[in-house]
């Protein structure tokens, strides 16, 4: 039986986990779920799961937490700081972290669980893109395992050759095809843009998700994250990953191989099936999805992205052909400006603007150290706000 803590155990990806947790107690035991501020469902969570130890943020909801789970006579410790979030990572009994804390929040405990040689099942792609090489140097160094859950790196690594690992170049493949859906503005005119309100941005045609990664899903700088995320999980540059919309969110991404073979993970946009996958790794067992019903689904459809349209797409291009802490400046102006933008901030349109302004603003350094890192993120938000201000 193995041992799994779940960081960010609330959100969308928390509760499906556990959900496909709850389905093999046979072979999973949850030793730690963390939260921000939901005590109300974390609660409800350690009620059935009884984990040895919960997280949260900040004490005062900890404190909250630790009340309600005493009076209903549940012995979990309840911790809290991003301390404790590094600290249950690490613990001897935990064989998997999930790691589904969403945005920069999500860098440390995630990194720490790398470190310490874990199986990290990685649905934060912040995580990753701002930390680059240095998350992928400490995952070889420590042996981890390294399995993402975005639906498309997983289906890329399921595309992958024969007992493939992340990091690991694969001569034999000549492209990657990463799919996306085109969020909920594909048809809509370019004029009609700048009026879009946060309900609208955050309404997917296809997946339910945060309210942040939906708007990600939205401009496209889900997909540029992605890009960047490809090219690190599998080490290739990114003339070798290639965009290509798919409204239909069925196939989940495509990998070409240089013999002409290109292979297709298919499944329903259902992120159960990529988190089964990883959590039955190298195995598979039923993640409570339903079957792909061809017959319904009768087409499948592919274009090419429109830059002009989605300019955060070609903003994660341009970071990632820079490289160093580009990508982490670039991770940190999207937080602050799509935080903004469903705040009331500034508008939909405004978005891919913070972040170029950012990206000629910000001095770019070598992503050689977690505190290089950090101080390029903070600094990268500092110049976000100022501007957003002015806006």
Same mark, same amino acid.
């Given at each position: 039986?193995? /041992?799994?803590?779940?960081?960010?155990?609330?959100?969308?990806?928390?509760?499906?986990?556990?959900?496909?947790?709850?389905?093999?107690?046979?072979?999973?035991?949850?030793?730690?779920?963390?939260?921000?501020?939901?005590?109300?469902?974390?609660?409800?969570?350690?009620?059935?799961?009884?984990?040895?130890?919960?997280?949260?943020?900040?004490?005062?909801?900890?404190?909250?937490?630790?009340?309600?789970?005493?009076?209903?006579?549940?012995?979990?410790?309840?911790?809290?700081?991003?301390?404790?979030?590094?600290?249950?990572?690490?613990?001897?009994?935990?064989?998997?972290?999930?790691?589904?804390?969403?945005?920069?929040?999500?860098?440390?405990?995630?990194?720490?669980?790398?470190?310490?040689?874990?199986?990290?099942?990685?649905?934060?792609?912040?995580?990753?893109?701002?930390? /680059?090489?240095?998350?992928?140097?400490?995952?070889?160094?420590?042996?981890?395992?390294?399995?993402?859950?975005?639906?498309?790196?997983?289906?890329?690594?399921?595309?992958?050759?024969?007992?493939?690992?992340?990091?690991?170049?694969?001569?034999?493949?000549?492209?990657?095809?990463?799919?996306?859906?085109?969020?909920?503005?594909?048809?809509?005119?370019? /004029?009609?843009?700048?009026?879009?309100?946060?309900?609208?941005?955050?309404?997917?045609?296809?997946?339910?998700?945060?309210?942040?990664?939906?708007?990600?899903?939205?401009?496209?700088?889900?997909?540029?994250?992605?890009?960047?995320?490809?090219?690190?999980?599998?080490?290739?540059?990114?003339?070798?990953?290639?965009?290509?919309?798919?409204?239909?969110?069925?196939?989940?991404?495509?990998?070409?191989?240089?013999?002409?073979?290109?292979?297709?993970?298919?499944?329903?946009?259902?992120?159960?099936?990529?988190?089964?996958?990883?959590?039955?790794?190298?195995?598979?067992?039923?993640?409570?999805?339903?079957?792909?019903?061809?017959?319904?689904?009768?087409?499948?459809?592919?274009?090419?992205?429109?830059?002009?349209?989605?300019?955060?797409?070609?903003?994660?291009?341009?970071?990632?052909?820079?490289?160093?802490?580009?990508?982490?400046?670039?991770?940190?102006?999207?937080?602050?400006?799509?935080?903004?933008?469903?705040?009331?901030?500034?508008?939909?349109?405004?978005?891919?603007?913070?972040?170029?302004?950012?990206?000629?603003?910000?001095?770019?350094?070598?992503?050689?150290?977690?505190?290089?890192?950090?101080?390029?993120?903070?600094?990268?938000?500092?110049?976000?706000?100022?501007?957003?201000?002015?806006?």
């Amino acid at each position: 039986m193995k /041992g799994i803590c779940v960081l960010g155990s609330t959100g969308s990806i928390g509760v499906s986990t556990l959900d496909v947790a709850g389905r093999h107690p046979d072979r999973y035991r949850v030793v730690a779920l963390t939260a921000n501020h939901n005590i109300d469902r974390l609660f409800e969570q350690c009620q059935r799961f009884r984990p040895p130890y919960a997280v949260m943020i900040d004490e005062p909801p900890a404190a909250e937490l630790r009340r309600r789970l005493r009076d209903a006579g549940i012995e979990t410790e309840v911790l809290s700081g991003v301390r404790a979030l590094e600290a249950v990572c690490v613990l001897p009994e935990v064989d998997s972290v999930m790691a589904a804390i969403v945005g920069a929040a999500g860098l440390l405990p995630t990194l720490a669980a790398a470190r310490a040689g874990k199986t990290v099942l990685l649905a934060n792609k912040e995580a990753l893109v701002m930390s /680059g090489p240095l998350f992928m140097s400490a995952v070889r160094e420590s042996g981890a395992d390294l399995l993402p859950i975005d639906s498309e790196h997983n289906a890329i690594f399921q595309c992958m050759p024969a007992n493939y690992h992340a990091g690991r170049t694969a001569p034999e493949v000549r492209r990657i095809l990463l799919t996306a859906s085109g969020g909920p503005f594909l048809r809509k005119g370019l /004029g009609e843009l700048h009026d879009v309100t946060p309900a609208e941005a955050v309404a997917h045609p296809n997946w339910v998700m945060g309210r942040k990664i939906s708007v990600d899903s939205a401009t496209m700088m889900n997909k540029g994250l992605e890009l960047i995320e490809a090219c690190l999980l599998f080490n290739a540059p990114p003339e070798l990953v290639q965009v290509v919309i798919h409204p239909q969110s069925v196939i989940h991404s495509m990998v070409d191989y240089v013999d002409g073979t290109v292979l297709a993970q298919m499944g329903n946009p259902d992120m159960r099936i990529p988190i089964a996958h990883a959590m039955a790794w190298p195995e598979r067992f039923d993640s409570g999805a339903e079957p792909l019903d061809l017959f319904a689904v009768k087409r499948l459809d592919f274009e090419a992205p429109d830059f002009q349209r989605f300019p955060c797409l070609q903003r994660a291009y341009d970071a990632v052909r820079a490289g160093g802490t580009m990508p982490a400046i670039l991770n940190a102006a999207n937080e602050l400006a799509v935080a903004s933008f469903l705040d009331g901030g500034i508008r939909f349109t405004d978005i891919p603007d913070v972040i170029s302004h950012c990206m000629m603003s910000v001095p770019v350094g070598r992503a050689d150290s977690i505190e290089t890192v950090l101080e390029a993120d903070r600094s990268a938000r500092e110049t976000a706000g100022a501007y957003i201000r002015k806006l």
